[in-house]
């Protein structure tokens, strides 16, 4: 018993140092960003002592500003749901596969974009959507176009990219929910004369519900602050949140206003990922009532 005591104590002594780490290097420039958002500035953004609330007005009150948290909102909901439908066959597959070489196949290909930086990434993307790429050569050569198509900024090509960036995230939650439904109740269902869809609906997708909402949320965070992809794929020119707090900070270097439409943007996505959330625990709640 002592000594199962004392290998608890130092396994907490080992989790403490880390766990302070992760803590400290979270919560203090929050805090510090929070404290700039709250600071007046002068005609030339020079930050002044004192606080006010006038930087989150101007975030509100201003249609480029708040509008960049809508598109950021806008664009990471249309990601989420991408993700998850793109990532449900694959997490099905990792899961269930009996297969060895195909699953280690799928799940090298599948986590390859996180294998590499997102720089290399953005600019292959610009390689493949130029008017040179091969996007538009197949498209000129199959007779569908006669003129290279703008696909380089377009929201779409930035969309895909953005997809294409954070799809590994939801196939690994899924894959972890998807795995632990047990097989049995698969041959239940089966057995009671359940079809494939009716089992997907009444079996898998309820069991799958920890997966689906861990994904989203994992993948709606990431995309309301997505910065480098769209800014090289797409240009500095988009309405997108990140592109805008950017531009507030190293343009216009007005940082108290970039630091409050940050804080506008982590909490909109809170309330976002808090939302989702509470709709898990409510159908975990309904499906064992």
């Known amino acids: 018993m002592a000594a199962t005591r004392t290998r608890d104590l130092r396994g907490h002594v080992a989790a403490i140092v880390p766990t302070a780490f992760v803590v400290v290097a979270f919560l203090l420039p929050l805090v510090g960003l929070l404290l700039l ?5 002068d005609e ?14 101007e975030v509100f009150g201003t249609s ?9 909102l806008w664009l990471a909901v249309r990601v989420s749901l991408t993700c998850l439908v793109l990532a449900f066959p694959l997490a099905w597959y990792l899961a269930r596969s009996t297969s060895a070489v ?3 196949l799928v799940f090298v290909i599948t986590l390859s974009p996180l294998l590499t930086s997102e720089v290399v990434r953005s600019f292959g993307w610009r390689v493949v959507m130029s008017g040179e790429g091969p996007v538009n050569v197949t498209l000129q050569a199959l007779g569908l176009i006669d003129e290279s198509l703008p696909l380089l900024r377009s929201p779409w090509t930035v969309f895909l990219a953005v997809v294409h ?21 698969l041959q239940a269902s089966a057995d009671l004369g359940a079809g494939a869809l009716r ?5 898998v ?8 909402v861990a994904a989203t949320v994992i993948v709606f965070s990431l995309s309301m602050g997505v910065y480098v992809t769209p800014l090289l794929v797409g240009g500095a020119n988009q309405s997108l949140a990140g592109l805008r707090i950017q531009t507030e900070a190293m343009v216009a270097f007005d940082q108290p206003r970039a630091a409050a439409l940050s804080f506008v943007l982590l909490a909109v996505t809170l309330a ?16 064992r009532a």
Do not use: H
């Not at 089992?199 to 079996?203: C, D, K, L, P």
């Open 37 to 41: 958002s709250l600071r007046p500035t």
């Open 64 to 72: 480029y500003l708040w509008g960049s948290v809508v598109e950021s």
């Open 102 to 104: 195909g699953k280690s």
């Open 165 to 185: 960036v954070l799809l590994p995230f939801a196939v690994l939650a899924l894959s972890a929910s998807l795995g632990a439904i047990d097989n049995r109740l």
């Open 44 to 57: 030339m953004n020079n930050v002044l002592p004192g606080f006010t609330g006038a930087q989150y007005a």
């Open 205 to 212: 997708l309820p069991l799958a519900t920890p997966g689906i």
């Open 272 to 287: 976002v990922c808090g939302l989702v959330g509470l709709l898990g625990r409510l159908a975990e709640r309904g499906r």
């Open 199 to 203: 089992t997907f609906r009444s079996v």
